[in-house]
């Protein structure tokens, strides 16, 4: 029988051993052997339920646009656990002058699609309005050279679309600083609009009237609404959960979590992944940790591509998550959060107004928050106790917010080196990373690191990377 080794039971590593499961013929034996070094799978993914309150500490939600997530939960039998947004308060604030604007209607991630909303914006001064209305006169790059997000949105829609919309909303996904990102990698799509429409308004007019025309697909089955952003109603530690004990219930599939890695060395025409206490010989292995693991992983297997692991860099960041009773919060809550430009000088980077975005999140008489700590510009931050950051945070929200209650329940999740960073020339290093690797056959890495960074991204790097190993392992 053959064996593949997967290093990490983040959902990369599942998605990956999942999708070897669904693909095996009956008469291909594999073994599949997933190590995890936490006491349990997920990674970055934890949902805890504390006091009838539904908290993720990492991940929240899963864009719908990037199918991968959302057809993973389907095939999981999870299809009636997906929960859309709660659409009746789409709203989304942008700290600007001390005070939240709404983000004009229309504007989508970045993008201006509706006149009159950006037209009566108090976010954006005239001046501000109009250069952004040019967009559609500045004609696109010649070059396919990559550049900074900050760049590329400084070219096409001005200055004030940066940073007052796309530093703190766009770059914020990734905990970014918007002039090392990488347009290309982080955000291809933008790229994208640009090369076949000349114009991102006129790329995302066109993207929306062709979804219009196909609403009617726009149902799961019987299933919820679709919403930009998905979640499960359960958390989506659910789809973790289901995704280990569903690997579990097919035969010759062991997770091991509180098991390290500490090593990969080739043996005999396969590999030896060493353990704290042990090794396991396997024909494959797919390293799913972030790349820095990988990188300490193959150190003493090939110096060079350790090496060349290394140039992808993460930056750290916390989740802090507070509950309050509603009796006592006079701001109306009226959207999902805020997001907060650097150029606030706030010690956060975002809210998330939990309650209000997705149902199920706390009791009736309370409402749930949470507030983004750190990333590129302030990982120092996270350094903070427990107490010192709850309390940082409360004093952000009576600025920003007036909440001078004391919250019922605080939670504190760290987040070390946990987002990596596209930043320019990230696709020239990934494919460095690539071609090193292409030196041996059966072994691959995947995950958040190399093409994509969300979750949805996650699942489709781990499905690609299974479908090559069951290539090389039986040749189809
Ligand atoms: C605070 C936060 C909020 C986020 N919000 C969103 C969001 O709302 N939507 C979204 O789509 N994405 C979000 N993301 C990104 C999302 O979490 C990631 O895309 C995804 O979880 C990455 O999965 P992964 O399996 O690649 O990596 P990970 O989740 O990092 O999993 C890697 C696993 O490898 C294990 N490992 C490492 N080294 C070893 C070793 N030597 N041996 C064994 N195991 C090892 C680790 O313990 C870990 O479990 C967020 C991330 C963070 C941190």
């Excluded at 009617?216 to 289901?242: C, E, Q, R, Y």
């Amino acid at each position: 029988m053959k064996r593949v080794v997967v290093i990490g039971g983040g959902i990369a590593g599942l998605s990956a051993a999942y999708s070897l499961r669904e693909h095996l013929k009956q008469d291909e034996d594999l073994e599949i052997v997933i190590l995890e070094k936490n006491p349990a799978t997920g990674g970055n993914i934890k949902t805890e339920k504390i006091n009838g309150f539904l908290i993720e500490g990492g991940p929240d939600c899963f864009l719908s646009e990037k199918p991968w997530a959302m057809e993973l939960c389907k095939r999981l039998g999870l299809a009636g656990e997906l929960l859309p947004t709660n659409e009746n308060n789409r709203r989304t604030f942008v700290l600007s002058g001390g005070r939240l604007h709404e983000l004009p209607e229309g504007v989508i991630l970045m993008i201006p699609t509706r006149i009159m909303p950006l037209a009566l914006s108090s976010l954006i001064t005239l001046r501000g309005k109009l250069r952004m209305a040019l967009e559609v006169f500045i004609p696109r790059k010649r070059s396919r050279e990559d550049e900074t997000l900050g760049d590329f949105v400084r070219r096409r829609l001005g200055r004030e679309a940066l940073d007052k919309i796309a530093e703190p909303l766009v770059a914020g996904v990734h905990a970014g600083d918007p002039e090392t990102m990488s347009i290309r990698s982080s955000f291809p799509k933008f790229v994208q609009l640009e090369e076949e429409h000349g114009s991102l308004i006129r790329g995302m007019l066109k993207r929306l009237t062709s979804m219009k025309k196909s609403k009617a697909g726009h149902n799961t089955a019987g299933g919820p609404a679709v919403t930009m952003f998905m979640t499960l109603k359960g958390g989506l530690s659910v789809m973790i959960d289901t995704l280990t004990s569903d690997l579990l219930k097919y035969g010759n599939t062991s997770i091991l979590t509180g098991e390290a890695a500490t090593g990969v060395a080739a043996i005999g025409g396969g590999y030896e992944v060493r353990l704290e206490n042990g090794a396991l010989r396997t024909d494959a292995v797919i390293i799913a940790s972030p790349a820095y693991a990988a990188a300490a992983l193959l150190s003493g297997f090939d110096p060079e591509l350790s090496r060349k692991l290394l140039t992808i860099p993460y930056v750290s960041t916390a989740t802090v998550s507070l509950a309050f009773k509603k009796s006592g919060i006079k701001h109306p809550l009226n959207g999902f959060g805020f997001v907060v430009p650097g150029a606030e000088k706030r010690r956060i980077m975002a809210a998330t107004w939990t309650s209000v975005k997705f149902k199920h999140r706390s009791p009736e008489d309370s409402v749930l928050m949470r507030c983004f700590v750190g990333g590129a510009k302030n990982s120092s931050l996270t350094l903070l106790s427990d107490e010192e950051m709850v309390r940082m945070v409360r004093e952000e929200l009576k600025d920003i917010m007036g909440i001078e209650e004391s919250p019922v329940l605080a939670r504190v999740y760290r987040w070390k080196n946990s987002m990596p960073q596209y930043t320019v020339g990230h696709e020239e290093r990934v494919n460095r990373i690539e071609e090193q690797l292409a030196k041996y056959p059966g072994l691959y890495v995947t995950g958040s690191a190399y093409h994509g960074i969300g979750i949805s991204d996650s699942v489709r790097n781990g499905e690609v990377v299974a479908k090559k190993a069951l290539h090389y392992l039986f040749g189809k």
